[in-house]
């Protein structure tokens, strides 16, 4: 480290994570965009490439986050599905408030305002998520569940109100 780079500069491992939804993007815009970065000298974390192969995810992704300078989230038609990726996002907010993390949002083929607003596609997807909350039996599961809910629905809020990039594929 020289004397001119920040104090801080060793909390950062990865330039750039990379939060999106594998089905939706990976095999393209989220693909191309980290061979971008690769390629520009970004170090990039994408789950693919830098978690190994039978360890533990979770904990592994939760630390990226913590350890990167940037977020970078996709936010596609099916994000709001996958209960990993709402997990991330809130993690990347909490990260954000707490690290000073910067956060971009790219809105891939979805409405900003919809993301803000949890509709469109993103009701659907809540819809999904509240129905496991009335199927749960047990009491504190429910509680637990409805408040994880909650959580994700801030996030995406938050998240949608920064400046972003929205694109459209057709």
Not at 16 to 29: A, C, I, K, M, Y
Not at 122 to 127: G, S, W
């Amino acid at each position: 480290m020289t004397s001119h780079e920040p104090s801080s500069s060793k909390l950062w491992n990865y330039d750039v994570f990379l939060s999106f939804r594998g089905e939706d993007t990976r095999n393209g815009f989220t693909g191309h965009l980290h061979a971008a970065l690769q390629d520009r000298g970004f170090d990039a974390f994408i789950d693919e490439d830098n978690l190994k192969r039978g360890g533990e995810i979770k904990p592994k992704l939760l630390r990226a986050i913590e350890e990167s300078r940037i977020s970078v989230i996709v936010f596609s038609k099916c994000y709001a599905e996958s209960r990993w990726c709402l997990d991330e996002l809130v993690k990347i907010m909490e990260c954000r408030e707490k690290l000073g993390q910067q956060v971009l949002p790219i809105f891939y083929d979805v409405d900003p305002s919809h993301v803000r607003k949890q509709e469109g596609c993103l009701a659907r997807a809540f819809q999904k998520h509240e129905d496991g909350i009335l199927a749960e039996k047990d009491d504190k599961e429910r509680e637990a569940k409805k408040e994880r809910v909650k959580q994700w629905r801030e996030a995406l809020t938050q998240a949608a109100d920064l400046s972003g990039h929205h694109l459209n594929k057709g």
